[in-house]
């Protein structure tokens, strides 16, 4: 079955932009639509942005002037930027798949720490 | 942000029925658009526990029953285990701003 893995530094210095790449196997990117989800320490989930063949994108208002979310097919990976990070931006950050509205498929996520 | 309303925390002895409720608004849940759960174990990501307001996933157990009436939905476990000590949340779609996916805001279910 599909299985998806993040990959990225732990820790990211405040005003730097925090890159994260989700990497998929046991089956293909294309014709799914993917996406990003964080969860600070002790809080909830939060969607950040999803992706649908390359072109088609969607970004939380909340986060969308800071946030860039990209596919590169030939990989079979997507990836998140998120700019100008705070200590705010801390938390666990999980790739998944989107089927129809719900997240089917959950990476085991990774914690990303922004500090000095 | 969470837009969907849940109760902290609840607890029950083994064996026996919890509800969970999720209560949304008219740009979510009121709008027609479907409930999904998750269950979070400590330490681990979400899993999805129930799709399309009452579906569960292959390998799901079923003590897990999902219903939505209005903007309103809930997560029933029915004969309550000790390994479903876990967070839930709902989850679902907002019109709002262009659209958006949104969360619950979490309970944590605590096993007697």
């Known amino acids: 079955q599909v299985q998806l893995q993040e990959s990225g530094p732990g820790l990211v210095k405040p005003s730097e932009t925090l890159s994260l790449t989700c990497t998929v196997s046991g089956g293909s990117i294309s014709g799914y639509y993917w996406a990003w989800i964080r969860q600070p320490p002790g809080r909830g989930l939060e969607w950040i942005a999803y992706i649908y063949d390359s072109g088609t994108t969607n970004y939380n208002p909340s986060l969308k002037s800071r946030v860039s979310i990209s596919e590169d097919t030939s990989k079979n990976q997507f990836s998140l930027q998120l700019r100008s990070a705070t200590a705010a931006d801390t938390a666990v950050y999980y790739c998944?798949?989107?089927?129809?509205?719900?997240?089917?498929?959950w990476g085991q996520g990774t914690l990303v720490t922004v500090s000095s | 942000q969470s837009v969907l309303t849940q109760p902290p925390s609840l607890s029950g002895a083994p064996g026996q029925r919890i509800t969970i409720s999720c209560t949304g608004a008219?740009?979510?849940?009121?709008?027609?658009?479907?409930v999904n759960w998750y269950q979070q174990l400590p330490g681990t990501a979400p899993k999805l526990l129930i799709y399309g307001n009452n579906n569960r996933p292959s390998g799901v157990p079923d003590r897990f029953s999902g219903s939505k009436s209005g903007t309103s939905a809930s997560l029933a476990i029915i004969g309550l285990q000790s390994e479903d000590e876990a967070d839930y949340y709902c989850q679902s779609f907002d019109s709002r701003l262009g659209g958006l996916y949104v969360f619950g805001t979490g309970t944590k279910v605590t096993v007697l």
């Open positions: 998944a798949r989107v089927d129809k509205g719900w997240f089917d498929t």
């Open positions: 008219s740009s979510n849940l009121g709008a027609g658009y479907d």
